[in-house]
């Protein structure tokens, strides 16, 4: 289709109306019209009312509004991709999901144009109703319509399609932590909360292996590896939260200064858990024995921390931290005390002593992550960390 002087007019503007053709190729220039017009407005709907009064004022056909409105669909995804740069996987998937629907939507229109057209008119005169914004609003409508009823069995397929267009993160630990949340406190506390609660699952599945087999493998090093990296990470993006936004109710601070304790207790606690020599002593002694064994309950039944029951495994957890610290106090003494009444072995004695030392770490860094990860929902702080703060 050639362009000549018959399609401008005096003015040395073109206009479309000179356009009379139904053809395909007409149509397609219509389309990209109505793409252009929905960019420059930023608006699928203010153009597509412009559409419909040019369609009242019989300044178009239907079929040339029609592609127009089709056109206008497709360009409302521009705005969509626009918004999703520098996005989370979610929202560019969200996104692209928009744009391949719109796409598809579109396309399915533009090629059953006439056909619609037939059933748009055959239903509205059953309702007796010529009115042409009418049905000009059903066919918007009606686009949908059939591309809901064509995707929807396909839905798998078009969620693995989204999935391998817009990949997930690598690193699953860290995949909260998106930049452009940053900004906005309350849901960066919340990214970073749900991080260092994955976190925190990891190395409760490293401590419940280590305390079962008595022995550090190298897949569990690994993990602790992961977690390491994965609390740099959160840091990091806690600390670019602080510089760019302060905290604007004192919940946001109290949630703040807790998540801190958590990051805290969890770099302690992956060290401790990396000095993993001592566990080969743990069943030197019944008692201890005992005592790791309720610790590794608690690592195997932190994934109960979303639940009811999480309250009643915070308490489990600082019962057996205290009862290891009283330990720890008292047979330290009785420990060297009977290694020289009966001649036993000092090396053994003093590794247990460590190992007594050990546990009690372990406990006590577990229990008060899980203390403060409770205290970051809830945004409220022990009184003697009030206290210790101000």
């Given at each position: 289709?050639?362009?000549?002087n018959?399609?401008?007019r005096?003015d040395g503007k073109?206009?479309?109306?000179t356009l009379?053709?139904?053809?395909?190729?007409h149509m397609?220039?219509?389309?990209f019209?109505?793409i252009?017009?929905t960019?420059?407005m930023?608006?699928?709907?203010?153009a597509?009312v412009i559409?419909l009064s040019?369609?009242t004022?019989?300044?178009?056909?239907?079929?040339?509004?029609?592609a127009l409105v089709?056109g206008q669909n497709?360009g409302t995804?521009?705005?969509?991709?626009?918004?999703?740069i520098?996005?989370?996987v979610?929202?560019k998937?969200?996104?692209?999901a928009h744009?391949?629907f719109?796409l598809?939507?579109?396309m399915?229109?533009?090629?059953?144009?006439p056909l619609?057209?037939?059933l748009?008119?055959?239903?509205?005169?059953?309702?007796?109703?010529?009115?042409l914004?009418?049905v000009?609003t059903?066919f918007n409508t009606?686009i949908?319509?059939?591309?809901?009823l064509?995707?929807?069995?396909?839905?798998?397929?078009?969620?693995?399609l989204?999935e391998?267009?817009?990949?997930?993160r690598s690193d699953?630990?860290t995949q909260?932590?998106?930049?452009?949340?940053?900004?906005?406190?309350?849901?960066?506390?919340e990214a970073?909360?749900?991080?260092?609660?994955?976190?925190?699952?990891?190395?409760a599945?490293v401590?419940?292996?280590?305390?079962?087999?008595k022995?550090?493998?190298t897949k569990?090093?690994?993990k602790?590896?992961?977690?390491?990296?994965a609390l740099?990470?959160?840091?990091t993006f806690?600390?670019q939260?602080?510089?760019?936004?302060?905290a604007a109710t004192?919940?946001?601070y109290?949630?703040q200064?807790?998540?801190i304790?958590?990051?805290?207790h969890?770099?302690?606690?992956?060290r401790?858990?990396?000095e993993?020599?001592?566990a080969?002593?743990?069943?030197?002694?019944k008692?201890i024995?005992?005592?790791?064994?309720?610790t590794?309950n608690v690592?195997?039944?932190?994934?109960?921390?979303?639940n009811?029951g999480?309250?009643?495994?915070?308490?489990?957890?600082?019962?057996n931290?205290h009862?290891?610290a009283?330990?720890?106090?008292?047979?330290r003494k009785?420990?060297?005390?009977?290694t020289v009444?009966?001649?036993?072995d000092i090396?053994?004695a003093i590794?247990i002593v460590h190992?007594?030392?050990?546990?009690?770490?372990?406990a006590?860094h577990l229990?008060?992550?899980?203390?403060h990860l409770?205290?970051s929902?809830?945004?409220?702080m022990e009184?003697e960390e009030i206290?210790?703060?101000?």
């Amino acid at each position: 289709m050639n362009f000549t002087n018959r399609h401008v007019r005096d003015d040395g503007k073109f206009h479309l109306d000179t356009l009379g053709g139904t053809s395909y190729l007409h149509m397609l220039v219509f389309v990209f019209v109505g793409i252009v017009m929905t960019i420059i407005m930023q608006s699928s709907s203010a153009a597509i009312v412009i559409t419909l009064s040019a369609l009242t004022a019989q300044a178009l056909s239907f079929e040339q509004a029609a592609a127009l409105v089709i056109g206008q669909n497709v360009g409302t995804t521009v705005k969509a991709f626009i918004a999703s740069i520098g996005g989370a996987v979610p929202a560019k998937r969200t996104a692209m999901a928009h744009i391949l629907f719109n796409l598809f939507c579109g396309m399915i229109a533009f090629l059953c144009l006439p056909l619609m057209r037939l059933l748009i008119f055959w239903l509205l005169n059953l309702f007796q109703s010529q009115d042409l914004a009418i049905v000009l609003t059903v066919f918007n409508t009606l686009i949908y319509v059939v591309g809901v009823l064509v995707i929807l069995p396909l839905l798998p397929r078009f969620t693995q399609l989204l999935e391998r267009l817009v990949p997930g993160r690598s690193d699953t630990l860290t995949q909260f932590l998106d930049p452009s949340v940053a900004t906005i406190l309350q849901v960066a506390l919340e990214a970073v909360r749900r991080t260092l609660i994955e976190v925190t699952k990891v190395i409760a599945a490293v401590g419940a292996e280590l305390f079962m087999t008595k022995q550090m493998s190298t897949k569990m090093m690994g993990k602790l590896e992961e977690a390491s990296h994965a609390l740099a990470e959160v840091r990091t993006f806690l600390s670019q939260t602080n510089n760019k936004s302060l905290a604007a109710t004192n919940q946001d601070y109290e949630r703040q200064v807790s998540l801190i304790h958590v990051i805290d207790h969890l770099a302690r606690l992956l060290r401790a858990l990396e000095e993993s020599s001592s566990a080969s002593f743990c069943k030197l002694n019944k008692e201890i024995n005992n005592l790791v064994a309720r610790t590794e309950n608690v690592f195997k039944e932190f994934d109960r921390l979303s639940n009811e029951g999480f309250i009643e495994l915070v308490e489990q957890a600082e019962k057996n931290a205290h009862e290891m610290a009283e330990m720890r106090r008292k047979n330290r003494k009785v420990i060297i005390e009977t290694t020289v009444l009966s001649q036993t072995d000092i090396d053994d004695a003093i590794q247990i002593v460590h190992t007594i030392h050990w546990i009690d770490r372990i406990a006590y860094h577990l229990w008060r992550t899980m203390r403060h990860l409770k205290q970051s929902q809830e945004g409220i702080m022990e009184e003697e960390e009030i206290t210790s703060v101000i």
